[in-house]
């Protein structure tokens, strides 16, 4: 079992769509959750960035951490098409040093159609 | 957010040559960068952890002497992909996070990423 799942998708959806991406994890020492967007060849961009378990809302986005589950979710409301994109989770450990280096999920591929 | 710059963005190269892939933090000091590798619709892979002023530390399976990363200042770090063969062909990313003390500790900023093609 990997670290981190991540459904690849590609994940379809109108324009003005409610979208839901999730990550499952396996390692229980995972204690920060992020989500990244990356456009066509270029870098990840960090969108939300989480502890607790519990939701964090930032504009259209929603990111949402269930450590007892360990399941993460981020939501994107009144999606666009500017939305299109693939996003990655990632999460890291506690400790400073080199647990700062993240472990990604595969990615979802999203496209909002207009 | 912080800026990370990455260069060249795109290079392509004839096997067995080596090729160099900057890093720069341009607004603040990365005590630590990180390096990625990204294959097609795969997800990055840690390669290895560089900390400025000590030597890297890399990822199992990552050869340290076909990637040699240089973190020389507290701005810049470098990756160096060896006798590059067509097998090397990827996207390198960089990652960079800020001295202790900044907000979001454990944000790492990226850069825009490296794709090389190795013929």
């Known amino acids: 079992q990997k670290e981190v799942e991540q459904d690849p998708g590609p994940l379809s959806v109108p324009e003005g769509a409610i979208v839901s991406l999730n990550c499952t994890y396996s390692?229980?020492?995972?204690?920060?959750f992020m989500w990244y967007r990356q456009y066509s060849r270029k870098g990840p961009e960090l969108l939300m960035y989480?502890?607790?378990?519990g939701n964090k809302e930032d504009g259209r986005f929603t990111a949402q951490v269930d450590k007892s589950s360990k399941y993460i979710s981020l939501f994107i409301r009144d999606s666009q098409p500017s939305d299109s994109a693939t996003y990655l989770c990632?999460?890291?450990?506690?400790?400073?040093?080199?647990?700062?280096?993240?472990?990604f999920g595969k990615g979802t591929l999203l496209t909002v159609n207009p | 957010g912080a800026v990370v710059s990455q260069h060249p963005s795109r290079v392509i190269c004839k096997s067995g040559t080596s090729v160099k892939i900057e890093c720069r933090s341009l607004d603040f000091q990365a005590t630590t960068m990180f390096w990625y590798r990204q294959f097609p619709k795969q997800s990055l892979m840690l390669m290895a952890t560089?900390?400025?002023?000590?030597?890297?530390?890399?990822e199992q399976g990552v050869e340290k002497d076909k990637f040699l990363i240089n973190h020389a200042s507290l701005t810049l770090s470098t990756l160096t992909v060896t006798s590059a063969h067509p097998e090397d062909s990827s996207f390198y990313i960089c990652?960079?996070?800020?001295?202790?003390?900044?907000?979001?500790?454990?944000?790492?900023?990226f850069g825009e990423g490296s794709r090389l093609t190795v013929l």
């Open positions: 390692n229980s020492a995972f204690q920060y």
């Open positions: 989480t502890y607790s378990s």
């Open positions: 990652s960079a996070r800020g001295s202790p003390g900044q907000a979001n500790t454990g944000e790492l900023f």
């Open positions: 560089s900390n400025e002023g000590s030597k890297a530390t890399y």
């Open positions: 990632a999460m890291r450990g506690l400790s400073g040093g080199s647990n700062y280096k993240l472990t």
